[in-house]
């Protein structure tokens, strides 16, 4: 008789790749390394005070000055902080299974503590472009079947397999969230559908928005909550501020690009960066999706370079030396960087001046639960433990004024 594998199996040895655990995760969030922070964000709330107006006093003929005098216009955005929580388990018989290179590829506290922080990591990058809602997508198609279908394929990058979903006819700034939750079990990221067990609740249908369980309404706010699309009208108020009395100083410029007007993406942010250079502002960076980015790179070749920007960020712990590749643009007020990050929503550019932003946080942001002096809890009802990575923070701005919300839709 022939010796098969088959008959040899239960005596052959089972080899792996001596190479370490692979993370197939996504890992550069360039705006979130880029943006200046704060980690000493205690107390209350914080008070970004700004003037939008000189005094009134001001006039060719003397008299006419004095009887017009009046103080300049103050305001204060009241700043306070959003929760993000990152929570993982480990039972301790897989604990002391994976200790040493000989037991395992990693340590199962090394990758699930990696996997933990980047799932906040990816949770904080996205809501830096949102408007605080947390909506991750909308249904394109597919109610009452087990696959949805994204209207833009492009946010299938806010899905993952084992995502607990929920579901809402509004983008989180108002309404609620409907009860039916659902859990998924595949991604397709070419299609941008996502699967989960039987079919999806009724509460999934076409049109609607989705969310994690849990963020609907409690995420920070963003550029797109800072420099909003449409321009904030009476009785608006945000963190305190009316911004409907000054809406380009106190909520952002607003530049709408057509092929008519601007012809290209580049001669967009051009006239774009004149605007802004009206309003007052030095705008340094530009961020957008990487296909606009791409659409930009191949219109423009003759009139934009690529540049490495390396820049020292203040980090826990010290300096973090962060390096991305970046085209650079001149515009009317000087030369600006612009980046892709997936997290920028497709259709818009934001003109920014970097230094008038700053994530303010309570310790670092995200960073890993210790105040009892363990990152390690002992799970009360468990043979386990537990890590908890938490984030208490903001986004803050003090000159919106200075900075741009770009529509090239039209472009896309």
């Not at 388990?89 to 933990?116: C, M, P, Q, W, Y």
């Not at 999934?204 to 009208?233: M, V, Y």
């Not at 973090?320 to 600006?336: D, N, Q, R």
Request: net charge negative.
């Amino acid at each position: 008789m022939t010796a098969t594998l088959t008959t040899v199996e239960r005596v052959l040895k089972e080899l792996y790749s001596p190479s370490r655990l692979e993370y197939l995760l996504y890992k550069s969030n360039p705006f979130l390394g880029l943006l200046p922070k704060n980690t000493s964000f205690g107390g209350n709330s914080l008070r970004i005070p700004i003037m939008y107006a000189s005094t009134s006093g001001r006039s060719s003929a003397f008299a006419t000055a004095q009887t017009n005098r009046a103080g300049a216009r103050y305001s204060g955005f009241n700043l306070t902080r959003v929760e993000d929580y990152s929570i993982f388990s480990i039972s301790n018989h897989a604990l002391k299974a994976s200790r040493g290179d000989k037991a395992a590829f990693v340590s199962v506290v090394e990758s699930e503590t990696r996997a933990a922080m980047n799932s906040i990591e990816q949770s904080i990058s996205r809501s830096l472009f949102g408007n605080g809602g947390g909506a991750l997508g909308v249904i394109g198609s597919g109610q009452g079947t087990p696959t949805l279908t994204l209207a833009d394929r492009q946010d299938i990058v806010n899905f993952q397999v084992g995502d607990v979903l929920v579901a809402s006819t509004t983008d989180g700034t108002s309404g609620a969230a409907l009860a039916p939750t659902a859990t998924l079990i595949a991604v397709d990221r070419s299609a941008g559908t996502i699967t989960t067990t039987g079919n999806f609740d009724a509460a999934f249908a076409d049109a609607n928005f989705l969310f994690h369980q849990g963020d609907f309404g409690a995420k920070l706010s963003g550029l797109e909550a800072w420099l909003p699309a449409t321009a904030p009208s009476g009785g608006d108020s945000f963190f305190g501020v009316d911004r409907s009395v000054d809406t380009s100083r106190l909520a952002g410029v607003r530049y709408s690009a057509t092929v008519a007007d601007d012809e290209t993406i580049d001669q967009a942010l051009v006239n774009a960066g004149a605007e802004l250079l009206i309003n007052g502002g030095t705008p340094d960076t530009i961020v957008m999706h990487p296909v606009d980015y791409a659409i930009l790179t191949n219109d423009a070749r003759d009139r934009t370079t690529f540049d490495k920007e390396i820049t020292n960020r203040t980090a826990p712990g010290g300096k973090a030396v962060l390096s991305y590749k970046v085209l650079t643009l001149m515009l009317p007020c000087g030369e600006v960087k612009i980046i892709a990050d997936k997290h920028c929503p497709r259709g818009v550019a934001y003109m920014l001046q970097l230094d008038t932003w700053k994530l303010h946080s309570l310790d670092g942001f995200p960073h890993m639960f210790d105040s009892d002096g363990s990152r390690m809890l002992r799970e009360e009802s468990a043979d386990a433990v537990q890590g908890r990575i938490v984030a208490y923070g903001n986004l803050a701005c003090s000159a919106p004024g200075y900075n741009c919300r770009i529509d090239i839709s039209e472009f896309a």
